[in-house]
């Protein structure tokens, strides 16, 4: 027991020194550990309060945590509920002052790609579709003229091709294309 309180005096006496030297090697990790979820790893033994806070793009404090602890902490951020962007966060220390300034961006949910497709002008009324299935699961291809619906075919099998020829269209740049899978992600592809 008695070593252990002589290496907690050791260590909070070589803490005190180094908040008042710059900090060559941080003791403050900001890591994701998930989709916008993330954790702060204080490794340190904190002298008073520990301030965090998160800046939104235009450098205004959305959210303030101050934690009160008088040992290594690591604190779980989900941030989930923030819209997507550029946030900052940064850390202090009663004492010491800025500890840390970390920069995370929250960007959409990475979806996987379970195609892939191409559509190529073959004449001024004629355009050639074709889609390579990555995944096997069945693909429903839709065709919009100026946004409305004239086309729509359920598409199985490993791959897909077929000539599409527009007689009563004024120009094929009015023409797009959708895929979508089974969970109604889709693309919208243009062949100009």
């Given at each position: 027991?008695?070593?252990?309180?002589?290496?907690l005096?050791?260590?909070?006496?070589?803490?005190?020194?180094?908040?008042?030297?710059?900090?060559?090697?941080?003791i403050v990790?900001?890591?994701?550990?998930?989709?916008?979820?993330?954790?702060?790893?204080?490794?340190?033994?904190?002298?008073?309060?520990?301030?965090?806070a998160?800046?939104?793009?235009?450098?205004?404090?959305?959210?303030?945590?101050?934690?009160?602890?008088?040992?290594?902490?690591?604190?779980?951020?989900?941030?989930?509920?923030?819209?997507?962007?550029?946030?900052?966060?940064?850390?202090?220390?009663?004492?010491?002052g800025?500890l840390?300034?970390?920069?995370?961006?929250?960007?959409p949910?990475?979806?996987?790609?379970?195609?892939?497709?191409?559509?190529?002008?073959?004449?001024?009324?004629t355009?050639?579709f074709?889609?390579?299935?990555?995944?096997?699961?069945?693909?429903?291809?839709?065709i919009?003229?100026?946004?409305?619906?004239?086309?729509?075919?359920?598409?199985?099998?490993?791959?897909?091709?077929?000539?599409?020829?527009?007689?009563?269209?004024?120009?094929?740049?009015n023409?797009?294309?959708?895929?979508?899978?089974?969970?109604?992600?889709?693309?919208?592809?243009?062949?100009?």
């Amino acid at each position: 027991m008695r070593l252990i309180i002589v290496t907690l005096l050791v260590f909070s006496l070589s803490t005190a020194v180094f908040a008042t030297a710059p900090v060559e090697n941080p003791i403050v990790t900001l890591e994701k550990v998930g989709e916008n979820k993330f954790q702060l790893k204080y490794m340190g033994i904190p002298e008073g309060r520990i301030t965090v806070a998160f800046k939104n793009e235009d450098n205004r404090v959305i959210f303030r945590d101050i934690i009160e602890a008088e040992k290594v902490f690591f604190k779980n951020y989900d941030l989930n509920k923030l819209d997507l962007g550029n946030y900052q966060v940064e850390v202090f220390a009663a004492e010491a002052g800025k500890l840390e300034d970390f920069e995370v961006y929250l960007g959409p949910k990475s979806v996987e790609k379970t195609y892939f497709a191409k559509v190529q002008v073959l004449d001024n009324q004629t355009l050639a579709f074709v889609l390579k299935n990555l995944d096997g699961t069945e693909k429903k291809l839709e065709i919009f003229e100026k946004g409305k619906l004239i086309f729509e075919e359920a598409i199985s099998g490993d791959t897909f091709g077929k000539k599409f020829k527009f007689e009563k269209i004024g120009s094929l740049e009015n023409i797009s294309f959708k895929v979508s899978d089974k969970s109604g992600f889709g693309n919208y592809i243009s062949a100009l």
